[in-house]
């Protein structure tokens, strides 16, 4: 099967699930195989959050922790979506986040209501969503 082929599929599924959502389905498939960034913005009640976890699971080879959801509000810390300070790190004087099963390690990532989040976490996405890169104790990491 050709990725036209796959392509052509996952649309086809989507649309079977979620009806007069074409454009948003094709920038969803688009951002995906760009590997870019998509923003969804309209009023609540119009499925963006059901678009696009059904769109996650269209698609086959997402393995487990490589898909990373997450609710920002005004009160999430950021230890919520790149993970908490190792303990055992701290005793030695280095202040390394354990990152399994969060954000840094994800292929793909939905974080919902993203304007909502405080401005420390906001400073924590800024370079993850601009430039693709985790500063974990000052060690950049793609």
């Known amino acids: ?3 036209q082929d796959k392509v052509d599929l996952l ?3 989507a649309g079977e699930v979620l009806f007069e959502r074409s454009n948003e389905i094709k920038c969803i498939i688009n ?3 760009s590997r870019k960034h998509i923003v969804l913005l309209g009023p609540p009640g119009v499925a963006k959050s059901m678009l696009t976890r ?4 269209l698609i086959d080879g997402i393995e487990d922790g490589e898909y990373f959801e997450w609710a920002l509000t005004k009160f ?3 230890s919520e979506v790149v993970g908490p300070h190792s303990i055992t790190q701290m005793t030695q004087d280095r202040y390394i986040r354990t990152t399994r099963r969060k954000l840094p390690e994800a292929k793909i ?3 919902d209501e993203t304007f909502c989040g405080s401005s ?3 400073n924590v996405l800024l370079p993850i969503l601009n430039e693709r890169i985790f ?3 000052d060690e950049p990491t793609k």
Request: charged share 10%; aromatic share 8%.
């Open 1 to 3: 099967m050709t990725l």
């Open 11 to 13: 649309e086809a599924k």
């Open 31 to 33: 951002a995906l195989l």
């Open 54 to 57: 059904t769109m996650v699971n």
């Open 76 to 78: 999430t810390e950021p």
């Open 109 to 111: 990532c939905f974080l």
């Open 120 to 122: 420390a976490l906001l």
């Open 135 to 137: 500063y974990n104790n």
